[in-house]
């Protein structure tokens, strides 16, 4: 079992492309009746820019966070199609940055995402970071060399203070939607191959930022997360809570997830 700790668990539910304004309004409606009476976890819902002027007005006065799930790391200008931290420090308190999806389908990088940090902190957001290794990786025994050379590019001349902000989010690519099909039944994700990664992902933070520090950052699991391995997950002592896709998308079950999830 988890050992005590401050670290309070946090669900981020990540609705990708999904939901025009009005149906993120009518799922978001639904999901904080489910919710209300919830304690003991936080919950940040990462919906599309299109969505948030409204869910911002649905979820006031609820205990449910808004976030984002990009920005650009200029503030404004020639940028054709980019949304900047400013537009949406209004509305959100979080935002995702360096999803896998991003990095393998608009080619960002490791510099991309530090920059983009950089520009999230400024604005009083709260960056929730994803790191992972592909398959191939994996399979080469790589996990933790790819994990620390991510780290140390996507945290260059971030602070002590500002790291405490950062939530750190480890996405196994091969553990999520698509990546799942190519695995062998041996290799889907247990619980304790995720603590393990996750606990290292903790020491790099501790040996960068000291134990202090280290032990204050929120360590997210993105893999796939739903109501049947959402409790096993959260019973180990470096996984602070998810970051859900798929699971996200149904109130029902993303509410599900959230209750399994809490401490």
């Not at 309004?25 to 299109?50: D, N, Y």
């Not at 050379?149 to 790291?163: Q, W």
């Amino acid at each position: 079992m988890r050992t005590a700790r401050n670290r309070i668990p946090l669900v981020a539910g990540n609705w990708k492309m999904n939901f025009t304004a009005r149906e993120a309004e009518s799922h978001a409606q639904k999901f904080k009746k489910l919710v209300a009476a919830v304690s003991g976890v936080e919950i940040v819902i990462c919906a599309p820019f299109t969505a948030l002027h409204s869910l911002h007005k649905t979820l006031s006065g609820t205990k449910i966070m808004l976030g984002a799930q990009n920005i650009f790391y200029e503030e404004e200008g020639t940028f054709t199609g980019e949304v900047s931290a400013r537009m949406i420090a209004p509305y959100c308190s979080h935002v995702i940055l360096g999803h896998s999806e991003r990095r393998s389908l608009f080619h960002e990088t490791n510099q991309d995402v530090n920059k983009k940090i950089k520009k999230a902190l400024q604005y009083g957001l709260k960056p929730i970071v994803c790191i992972g290794e592909s398959l191939a990786e994996k399979r080469a025994g790589k996990t933790k060399t790819v994990l620390k050379k991510m780290l140390s590019e996507c945290l260059v001349g971030i602070s002590k203070k500002d790291a405490k902000r950062i939530i750190l989010t480890y996405e196994p690519i091969w553990a999520i939607s698509e990546g799942e099909k190519d695995m062998a039944e041996s290799e889907a994700a247990s619980a304790e191959t995720v603590q393990e990664a996750q606990a290292f992902i903790r020491g790099q933070i501790s040996k960068k930022f000291g134990k202090a520090v280290s032990e204050q950052v929120s360590v997210l699991y993105g893999g796939s997360i739903k109501p049947s391995n959402a409790k096993k997950l959260m019973a180990q002592n470096d996984i602070d809570g998810g970051l859900i896709g798929g699971a996200s998308l149904d109130p029902a079950i993303f509410s599900k997830v959230v209750k399994l999830m809490r401490d």
